[in-house]
């Protein structure tokens, strides 16, 4: 069920050993270790990942952009389109790091 939900929200799954089942294994990529992993997922100019997660650091960050778009959203308009458009996808960026 949940490589089922990873998948409908293109998450990659990462396994160390090949699933028996192939219909599992259409869902699931075989890697050798955890650093294959997360290279695989790193975009240019990401901040290099540490296995270790900081979910307050990452909450902390997020919540500064949404308060960026509320305020945008709510408030008088005083910057571009662009801007709040960027700040909402790096909140997407952020929280698919948590």
């Known amino acids: ?3 089922g939900f990873a998948s409908a929200v ?3 799954v ?9 219909t599992l294994r259409q869902y699931v990529t075989t ?3 955890i650093a294959v992993a997360i290279n695989r ?7 290099p990942y540490d296995v270790l997660l900081d979910p307050s650091g ?3 960050r997020a919540h500064a952009h949404l ?3 509320e305020r945008e959203l709510i ?3 005083s910057h571009e389109d662009s801007l709040v458009r960027a700040s909402a996808r790096e909140v997407t960026r952020i929280l698919r790091r948590v």
């Open 1 to 3: 069920m949940e490589i």
């Open 10 to 12: 293109e998450t990659p």
């Open 14 to 22: 990462f396994t160390d050993s090949t699933p028996s089942d192939l």
């Open 31 to 33: 890697i050798s270790s």
């Open 41 to 47: 997922i790193a975009e240019p100019g990401d901040e």
């Open 58 to 60: 990452a909450v902390e």
């Open 67 to 69: 308060d960026f778009v």
């Open 75 to 77: 408030g008088p308009h």
